[in-house]
């Protein structure tokens, strides 16, 4: 009776359960990307909040000193005469290296997206280093671009005297994008593959029926039909591109000169190698710019050149 | 009732738990583990270490040592990450390169006392020179444990068979000078093998070359470490020489070559003697080991060193130094030299040196590891000395080409790390 009656009182009609279907769902949303979420707050935002601390200050490691500075290590980073240099550098290597990568890769997927006995094999073996360790990767391009080395032998059997590939400026920025681009163009070349093979075959039928030639095709069609895979891809390979460090400090340490020191490896070399950690977290800053810009642009220009069937 | 027994039950375990637990804790905080970071992986080293190691916690039963082995390459800089992340070890071991940097910040738990107050450990055989990089205001921040001299391995076999005179001829005739070591390299050099390597240099570590520049009174900075002098004659007489071995007389692979001496590859190499365990046990070939040759300026050595520190961050630095002190005391000294040289006197006498060197003659110990740890200067060292060793090479690239300015690139490096050098 007494429970018939509390049932029956206004107040407990007006007050609605506090779990309502849409506050549930949105606690399984919250629970479902919680760990996810907490991976980028701990390694991700805190981190890049430490960083720019870091920056601000002047640790010196074997002292045990951690001192504020200000914006010392930002006015260091203005006066920095090696900078200029080594920005020059960063952007000689993105540049050939997303240049390089992404033609050789469409070029690459173009060649594979024909429907003929044993195609796949020549997949598999154009992704095949992409799933090879980085380093051992680099390691053995080491050994065939030395003086003496693999390369320098099989132009030697052609009557060539091969230049000293990573002891020349020139010669050991192009042997790092090389090294980098064959490394990973099999991850583009997937890419552009299934975005080659979502074109719809009826556009090329009605161009062949208006006799529009196959590189016209190829322009009017192929390209805004796959532009998306392109700005995806020359995103990925300008951030990866920003981020280089195994191949530099396998192959060339930087060298010769300052020629290969990419800004990452020049970050390393202040912040691990020299101790200057609160410089290095400057460097870090600048890094984190420059993609965060390059970012931006490249999603700002979508609107313009990349075409949405939609 | 049960509620009530449960909470009694629970009472009981607690209190019977609490000491318990309490002792535990007591052992906990009693007992020390040390950690000592090395570049060694050597399974001999470590056996050496571990046995040095199970001795000092027999006397120390509530210690532990442990070794952590770096990579040799990037030994410095993982240690200094390790201490940037707050996990320095007790112990380390410091390159001669890096010593002025570790004992100039105050990174390391100063030793003497722990030193001079272990019994027997006779801390005045230790040469003033060698533990000059090591020491700060009369203090010693780390003990120099490894005292090896640079000396020449050759292959007799291939300078025999290219005509030339072995070295230990030129020896006998007073002729063992850098035109003639060069001059037999270069016959090598013109039979398709290797001449003369400059061991680890492979155009990066420009300080080995101290090897050789050290013959013509050549020094990257002055004695004060304030001014750069490589822009000085002595060096670009010494660049000059090494130049035209490389590029003129093809004495000296070039760079991006790579070419093994120990493989029986190469007529001559560069390196500390403690590399004789290189040398093949299959196919081996007829060697020697001289001296390094004279230069214009005369006999000299060179020396590279490793020390063995106490980090002053550390929790248990007192222990540390203690076991420092047991490590290097003379009896553990004298085991620890079959591998790195001792700079105790008491330890640089053929009788002891043949014992732990048995690959090594009479003679060539005499002539090349006496002689060289009693007159060897160390190996180039600065303060700051990863950024000056950074500039350097970056500048030195220049010249290593056929068309190089000697004069002029050493001018640049000049203006490049005088700044550095001042700080």
């Known amino acids: 009776m007494a429970v018939a009656q509390d049932h029956a009182s206004p107040e407990g009609r007006s007050s609605s359960p506090f779990w309502t279907i849409a506050r549930r769902d949105s606690l399984a949303g919250f629970l479902f990307i919680a760990p996810q979420l907490v991976g980028i707050i701990v390694f991700v935002l805190i981190p890049l909040g430490l960083v720019f601390w870091y920056s601000l200050h002047e640790w010196n490691v074997l002292a045990n000193t951690f001192t504020y500075t200000g914006a010392q290590n930002y006015q260091m980073l203005i006066e920095d005469s090696n900078l200029l240099e080594v920005l020059g550098a960063t952007a000689v290597f993105s540049a050939g290296l997303v240049v390089f990568n992404l033609s050789l890769a469409l070029l690459l997927a173009i060649l ?46 052609l009557g060539i005297e091969g230049p000293n590939w990573l002891r020349e400026e020139t010669t050991a920025m192009i042997s790092v994008i090389v090294v980098q681009v064959f490394k990973n163009v099999g991850l583009n070349m997937i890419l552009f593959l299934a975005a ?13 029926v208006d006799g529009a030639p196959r590189f016209k095709q190829f322009r009017r069609i192929t390209l805004p039909l796959i532009s998306p895979t392109i700005l995806l891809t020359s995103i990925i390979t300008i951030v990866g591109s920003l981020q280089v460090f195994a191949q530099i400090a396998v192959l060339t340490q930087g060298g010769p000169g300052l020629s290969t020191t990419v800004l990452v490896y020049y970050l390393y070399q202040q912040a691990f190698q020299f101790h200057f950690f609160g410089y290095g977290s400057t460097l870090s800053i600048l890094l984190f710019l420059i993609v965060a810009v390059l970012t931006f642009a490249q999603w700002q220009m979508r609107k313009r050149i990349v075409f949405y069937e939609s | ?73 990037t030994y410095t800089t993982a240690l200094t990450t390790q201490i940037a992340g707050g996990n320095a070890p007790d112990m380390a071991w410091i390159f001669e390169t890096a010593a002025y940097d570790f004992v100039n910040s105050g990174a ?60 230990a001829e030129l020896i006998a005739a007073d002729q063992w000078s850098w035109d003639n070591a060069i001059a037999t390299a270069s016959a090598v050099g013109q039979t398709g093998k290797g001449g003369l390597i400059v061991r680890d240099f492979n155009y990066q570590i420009w300080q080995n070359l101290a090897s050789v520049w050290n013959g013509w009174g050549a020094s990257p900075w002055s004695a004060d470490g304030k001014a750069c002098t490589m822009a000085e004659k002595p060096m670009v007489d010494a660049l000059t020489f090494i130049h035209d071995a490389i590029f003129k007389k093809k004495a000296i692979p070039g760079p991006g070559e790579n070419v093994d001496f120990f493989a029986g590859n190469a007529a001559m190499t560069i390196t500390q003697i403690s590399r004789a365990s290189l040398l093949p046990k299959e196919n081996p070939f007829a060697w020697d080991l001289v001296p390094l040759p004279k230069g214009p300026a005369g006999n000299y050595a060179l020396i590279g060193q ?27 000294s004298a085991k620890l030299s079959q591998f790195f040289p001792s700079a105790r006197k008491s330890l640089l006498n053929a009788e002891v040196l043949k014992k732990t060197n048995p690959l090594l003659s009479q003679e060539q110990i005499d002539k090349v590891v006496i002689s060289g740890i009693a007159t060897g200067k160390v190996i180039p060292g600065h303060t700051g000395f990863a950024q000056i060793q950074q500039a350097v090479r970056s500048g030195l690239d220049a010249i290593w080409r056929p068309d190089a300015d000697i004069p002029g690139t050493l001018l640049k490096i000049c203006g490049q790390i005088g700044p550095l050098l001042k700080r």
């Open chain 1, 112 to 157: 594979l997206n024909q429907r003929l006995a044993g195609i796949t094999i020549f997949r598999t073996l154009f992704f095949s280093p992409v799933v090879v360790s980085l380093v051992a990767w680099t390691i053995v391009w080491g050994f065939l671009l030395q003086k003496n080395g693999g390369i320098n032998g099989m132009l030697q059997v």
């Open chain 2, 108 to 167: 390391l738990f100063p030793l003497s006392d722990t030193l001079k107050a272990t019994k027997g450990y006779n801390l005045e055989e230790l040469s003033a020179s060698a533990a000059e990089r090591w020491s700060k205001d009369g203090k010693l921040y780390a003990y120099p444990f490894s005292t090896s001299p640079f000396a020449m391995f050759v292959n007799n076999d291939l300078i025999k068979a290219s005509g030339a005179k072995p070295p």
């Open chain 2, 1 to 73: 009732m049960n509620y009530h027994r449960a909470l009694k039950s629970a009472v009981a375990a607690l209190a019977l738990a609490m000491p318990l637990g309490w002792s535990c804790t007591a052992t906990a905080q009693d007992a020390v583990n040390l950690r000592m970071t090395i570049w060694s992986a050597n399974e001999a080293h470590l056996k050496l270490f571990n046995e040095i190691a199970a001795g000092f916690e027999k006397d120390h039963p509530n210690v532990t040592v442990t070794y952590e082995s770096l990579p040799f390459d």
């Open chain 1, 196 to 208: 080659l093979q979502g074109v719809p075959n009826e556009l090329y039928e009605a161009a062949r």
């Open chain 2, 306 to 332: 490793a020390g063995l520190g106490v980090m002053q961050t550390g929790k248990n630095a007192k222990t540390a130094a203690e076991f420092v002190a047991y490590m290097t005391n003379p009896e553990n």
